[in-house]
C-alpha cells in the first residue's frame, strides 16, 4: 500500500507530512472536497489553474518506485494499492497497480459517463476557459481522481480488498494512514493473517498493529529492504 510519501522524492508534495500541502497552507483542504468543487465555480477555477501546474506532469519515479518494480519481476508482489494518483509506479515498471484513488491523467464528468485525457481539457483551460464544461453533457468536469466526498469505485475497492485478504505481507508505505477506506485495507490485510510493516516517518493509527515499523526516509528504506542481498536464497 503506498501513499503520497513514497513521491515526495519525486517533488511532489504530499497532504500532511512536514512539508504538505496541507501543513503549509490551511484551507488548501477544500480544494479536494467534492462538496466545495460543485458548488464554487471560482474554486474550480483554482483548481483548474493547480492542475495545469502539477509537479507530477514533469516528475520521474525515484529508488523506492524502482524498488516495487524490481519486486515485481521477482513475482512476490501481489499488487500495489496505491492512493496516489501521479503514475510513477507504472512509470518504473510496475504493472500490478491498483489507484484507489484514480488518475490524475484523465477527466470525467459529474454529469455523464464522459471521460477524456486531462490533457486535452487543459489545453481548453490555457485558451482561457477557466473552468471547462464537459463537451458532450455541459456538466462540471474534473479530473478522475477521487475527493473527499466521493466514494472509491466498488470494482476497484473489491480487487483491493481481495489483494490486501491475500497478502502474506502488508508493506504501508508514505501514508498518514487517515483516509478511509484505503487506509482500512492494512487492518484487513492483518485481520486475514498477513504481517504488517510500516515505512512512514510520522506515527499512524496502524502502528499497533505492525510487527515493524520503520521511520527512515523511504528513498533510503525500500531499495534497502526490498533487493535480495547475496546471502538471501532467490526464490
Ligand atoms: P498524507 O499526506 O496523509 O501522508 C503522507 C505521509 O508520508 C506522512 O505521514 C509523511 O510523514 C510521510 N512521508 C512523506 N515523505 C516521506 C519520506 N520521504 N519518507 C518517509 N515518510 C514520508 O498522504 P496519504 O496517506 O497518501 O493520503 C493523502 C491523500 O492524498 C491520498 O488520498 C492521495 O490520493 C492524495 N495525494 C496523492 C499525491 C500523489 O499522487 N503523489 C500527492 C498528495 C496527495
Redesign the pocket.
Known amino acids: 500500500m503506498s ?3 513514497i ?3 519525486s517533488g ?7 512539508n ?2 496541507w501543513t503549509r497552507t490551511p484551507g488548501a483542504e477544500r480544494m479536494s472536497s467534492i462538496t466545495e468543487y460543485r458548488r464554487d465555480p471560482d474554486l474550480r477555477a483554482r483548481v483548474w489553474q493547480a492542475r495545469s501546474v502539477h509537479p ?1 506532469w514533469t516528475a520521474v519515479p525515484n529508488a523506492a518506485h524502482r524498488a516495487l518494480g524490481e519486486l515485481e519481476a521477482t513475482g512476490r508482489l501481489v499488487a500495489i494499492l496505491t ?4 503514475g ?1 509506479h507504472q512509470r518504473a515498471g510496475s504493472r500490478r497497480v491498483i489507484e484507489l ?1 484514480g488518475t ?1 491523467f484523465d477527466t470525467e464528468c459529474l454529469s455523464c459517463p464522459d471521460t477524456r485525457p486531462m490533457r486535452e481539457v487543459l489545453d481548453r483551460v490555457a485558451a482561457g476557459e477557466a473552468d471547462p464544461p464537459c463537451l458532450a453533457c455541459g456538466g462540471i468536469l474534473k479530473s478522475a ?2 475527493s473527499f466526498g466521493q466514494p472509491l469505485n466498488r470494482k476497484v475497492l473489491d480487487e483491493a480488498r481481495k489483494a490486501a485478504e491475500s497478502a502474506d505481507l502488508m508493506l504501508a508505505v ?6 478511509q477506506p ?1 487506509a482500512g485495507l492494512v487492518g484487513l490485510a492483518a485481520r486475514a493473517g498477513a504481517t504488517v510493516v510500516i ?4 506515527p ?1 493509527p496502524y502502528d499497533g498493529l505492525a510487527a515493524t515499523v520503520i521511520r527512515e ?3 533510503k528504506a525500500l531499495p534497502e529492504l526490498l533487493t535480495p542481498t547475496k546471502a538471501e536464497p532467490t526464490a
Not at 511532489?12 to 512536514?18: C, K, M
Not at 508514505?174 to 483516509?179: A, I, N
Open positions: 501513499g503520497a510519501g513521491s515526495t522524492d511532489i508534495p504530499d497532504f500532511r507530512g512536514p504538505g500541502l507530477g492512493q496516489n494518483i501521479d510513477l484513488h490524475m481522481t477521487v508514505g501514508s498518514s494512514l487517515t483516509v484505503a515505512c512512514n516517518a510520522s499512524t526516509p523511504i528513498g
